[in-house]
């Protein structure tokens, strides 16, 4: 296995990504925050399915968090994740500074208008604006030919592609399913911050798509009432802040009134246990 790169300069990745292409190879780009587990590590070996190398890029990105959110504290170990990311034979890590991203004077963003307004948007308003704009960073850097996200963030995977089609990169989105813990919790870097009584009530959010999912296999198709299902089930814990409980249609992410046979519906969910702030979905549909 040939040894994995660490580029930390936009220079750098150029100059790296035209070797790689004068060889012929294809590149997947797997877009991280670091902090890394089994979750982002599915995208890196789909990403190694499908292409002949693998970047994956590893910033905390500044711009899509609020200045009340948990830029400061977000989880970071890069040396874990150089090891991990060796291990499963990533090409180059490209880790650049703030200042390499967003040098002083920086004034551009890229910005979806519509789909960003609702769910993740309404709680987090400059939260997709930022991650439009990292992505569309590391899009020119590394001009990928696939890129890869992860289904967890649902609402973000509908955003990209739909920058995609409107900026006409030529690159193909890849979404990849959510990976759990063994107990059903989605994977994240934020579940450190749980206490462990609290790990087990974010087990609630799991349990409650899984119950709503099969409310519908069994015949409901009224989203208002799936909705107010997850609701009361959510509410029963008296840690739970909840966000929001949502089903909409999976492309379009526009709301759904009903569950119509052979259609794909998101039932996505977000709520604070504690100080903590998760999200996780599930596909519903029937035939
Ligand atoms: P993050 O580092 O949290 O920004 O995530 C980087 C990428 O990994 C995003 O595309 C996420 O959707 C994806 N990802 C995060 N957690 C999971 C998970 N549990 N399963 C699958 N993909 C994930």
């Known amino acids: 296995m040939s040894e994995t790169e660490i580029i930390s300069t936009i220079d750098g990745i150029h100059d790296y990504v035209r070797k790689l292409r004068s060889s012929g190879k294809t590149i997947a780009l797997v877009p991280t925050m670091g902090y890394l587990h089994e979750g982002h590590i599915s995208l890196v070996k789909r990403g190694s399915d499908l292409c002949d190398s693998v970047i994956v ?9 609020a200045p009340e959110e ?6 970071r170990d890069f040396d874990r994740d150089r ?9 180059a890590i490209f880790h650049p500074s703030k200042d390499e991203m967003y040098p002083q004077g920086c004034q551009t963003f890229v910005e979806v208008t519509e789909i960003t307004k609702k769910l993740e948007g309404q709680f987090r308003p400059i939260h997709f604006r930022g991650v439009t704009t990292v992505v569309s960073m590391l899009f020119n850097a590394v001009r990928p030919d696939v890129a890869l996200f992860g289904r967890k963030d649902a609402q973000q995977a509908a955003v990209i592609k739909k920058m995609v089609r409107d900026l006409h990169y030529d690159i193909r989105v890849e979404i990849c399913p959510i990976v759990r813990e ?12 749980l ?4 790990r087990g009530e974010a087990l609630i959010l799991r349990k409650s798509l899984l119950e ?34 949502s089903i ?6 526009e ?5 119509e046979p052979y259609r794909n519906y998101y039932l996505l969910i977000a709520c604070k246990i504690g100080p903590v702030r998760l999200i996780d979905n599930c596909i519903l549909r029937v035939e």
Do not use: H, W
């Not at 063994?182 to 911050?193: M, T």
């Not at 206490?195 to 609290?198: I, L, N």
């Open 212 to 245: 709503a999912k099969e409310l519908v296999l069994k015949g409901e198709s009224n989203t208002c009432v799936i909705v107010d299902f997850v609701r009361a089930k959510v509410g029963t814990l008296a840690a739970a802040k909840m966000d929001y409980v």
């Open 195 to 198: 206490t462990p009584k609290e």
């Open 255 to 259: 709301d759904a009134g009903r569950i």
């Open 248 to 253: 909409v249609e999976e492309e379009s992410f």
């Open 70 to 75: 948990d830029f400061s504290t977000y989880p």
């Open 182 to 193: 063994a107990d059903g919790l989605a994977k994240s870097s934020r579940n450190i911050y």
């Open 57 to 65: 890029s590893d910033f905390v990105n500044p711009s899509q968090f």
């Open 83 to 91: 090891k991990l990311l060796e291990e499963n034979g990533v090409a």
